[in-house]
């Protein structure tokens, strides 16, 4: 009875003692990036845990309001760092705006940021996540600079956007035409590819939410047109980009989080490129009950990927 009574003893101070050593971390602030302020925010159970950046899509589309619905288990293994791209959220707000940016401007962005965070917690590489315009701005770090890296997690990256936009526009069209749905017809005859204006862009994302998704957009065409604004030149330069030719091999640990449904960044384009990408280690995990935003729709599973990986690392 004594030897069992100071077992539970023993166990209940180690508990205790690993909860007290544990240094939860929660910071949000700028850092002088690219020449300028741009804001990142930091959360997680233990500061001495594994540094994961997450790339936000869009671009322009920052994440921090919503990211502990798809990253509270990952909080408990990575010290979580959400970073407001140039002109995206915060960034945006405490900077004049800009004009002619660059994907190789925000390629020299996540390499600062890198920087910082291994500065800041005392690491030689970091665990990178890129969800579509971020999974694009995640590949060029992977390819150019994979010493960074201890893996990278590509969420339905755009691997050749503008391949991307032709082959599900052609496949928007057939449904159309199976339809008969006239205004479809019409709506996405104007569209070319790569995209003129913000007009093209959203009667696109329109009628792949209608005629693919299956559910009503909760976008607005004023909303996508002014996005265009900013944003259609940046993402027209990116969407050129064919990574099965630009960068045909990466030496870091890379995985693919794809969803079964997405037509948006083209699941069978995805899945091209992991088949010829020669890779130090490379996986594909698929997600079945998903689109294009598989991290909201299977947030369960997307974190469980993520920890699983990071596990047999450790």
Known sequence: MQSGRFSCALLL??????????????????????????????????DQNPVLLYLHGGPGSSVISYADRFTKELQKHFVLVFWDQRASGKTKTLNPPEKNMTATQFERDAIEVIAYLTKRFNKKKVFLAGHSWGGFLGLKVAANHPELLSAYFAIAPMVYQNESERQSLSFMKEIAQNKNNKNAIAELTTIKIPFENGTQLYYHRKWLTYLIDMHKPDFSKAYVENWATTWLSLFNEASAENFAETAPE???????????KDYQTYFKLTEGYYQKLKAEKKELFWFDNSSHSLNLSEPGKFQEVIISILKKKL
């Open 13 to 46: 101070f180690v508990n205790s003692f690993h909860a007290l050593s544990l240094a939860p971390i929660h910071e949000s602030k700028s850092v002088r990036i690219g020449g300028i302020n741009q804001w990142i925010d930091v959360r997680g159970e233990d």
């Open 250 to 260: 990466i030496n870091c640990p890379i995985y693919f989080l794809e969803g079964r």
